[in-house]
């Protein structure tokens, strides 16, 4: 038996610029880290006493004969790519709810590849971890996705991540104190805004007008070296990474209107007026999970304004996708 733990992520600044139709054109880069709340991935081989090869658990039960009668995209794509010789038995838990902006599909498809992998008796690289899982997303299941979310789910840690060229993506850690990293982690606050949302739906009309959005989508890229300059600077400048989210935040808000909803708008009006310097929808759009930058001493009167909302506390993580439990069985 394989169990893997994968991270989900918050993204910063960057996001929409990790998309194909745009970076292998213009180049792209984006700032955001892995946190402290993960998708669990098991996988056995499965013993041959059943009618069926293939036994996946998540939200629903799918037992097979054979792979292309799966119906969850990820894992028919993953066996196909992976290619076993034996059926197998899947099994996903994770800390968060899908589709809520915090990577979570492509955290599911590095993990169950990382378990698949280890499966097989392989263990690879973080690098190939992340292309493999690109290419199942991109090329297998033709979802619309960028490229960020799988390499900080197989990579982790705080990073600059730059797209594009014949490297395809590049992971830079951000260097800062260790001090200003945890500052950094106390303004943040996360609440579900528990409305529901088709992250593919929504990033593929993004997709469909990014050659109309290029000047907003290179502003959004200049600022995650904007975000890593503030951060060099002294502690005292910190509250600038915030206004500079608002910032990012309003030319997202312009990419299409299916981005936000006027509940969205109203929680985050509601964070400002409550004392957030800036935040964000985290993922594609449309609702999920939303990020505020607030000052310590003011995130009471957050958390009292959002009350009705379910507040989040989470750190960062360095590991990425990791095996965690591995105990190889003979086979039948």
Known sequence: MIISRTPFRVSFFGGGTDYPVFYEENGGAVLSTSINKYCYVICRYLPPFF?????I??????????????????????????????????QHNADL??????????????????????LKGKMITKRRLALDAIHVEQDMIKENVG????????????????????????????????????????????????????????????????????????????????????????????????KLLHETW???????????????????????????????????GGGGFILFFVKPELQHNVKEKLKKLLYVPFKFENLGSQIIYYAPEDNF
């Open 57 to 90: 658990r998540y939200t629903q039960r799918e037992e097979t004969q054979t792979i292309a009668e799966i119906k969850h995209p990820s894992v028919r794509e993953c066996l196909n790519f992976v290619d076993l010789d034996h059926g197998v038995e899947i």
């Open 147 to 242: 490229s960020q979310d799988q390499t900080i789910a197989a990579f982790g840690g705080f990073n600059k991540i730059v797209f594009g060229g014949s490297q395809k993506i590049a992971v830079f850690p951000v260097a800062i104190d260790r001090n200003k990293l945890d500052l950094l982690q106390d303004h943040l606050m996360l609440f579900f805004t528990g409305f529901p949302r088709n992250a593919s739906e929504i990033a593929g009309e993004q997709i469909r007008k990014t050659p109309e959005k290029k000047k907003e989508l290179t502003a959004m890229l200049g600022m995650v070296d904007e975000a890593i300059n503030i951060l060099n600077e002294s502690a005292g400048t910190l509250i600038d990474f915030g």
């Open 250 to 284: 309003k030319l997202k808000h312009s990419l299409t209107p299916r981005i936000t909803t006027p509940l969205v708008d109203e929680v985050y009006e509601a964070g400002l007026e409550a004392g957030a310097s800036g935040g964000k929808l985290l993922g594609a």
């Open 51 to 55: 009618d069926y090869k293939y036994r």
């Open 97 to 118: 709810p899908a589709m809520s902006g915090l990577g979570s599909s492509s955290a599911f498809t590095v993990g169950l590849l990382n378990g698949l992998y280890a």
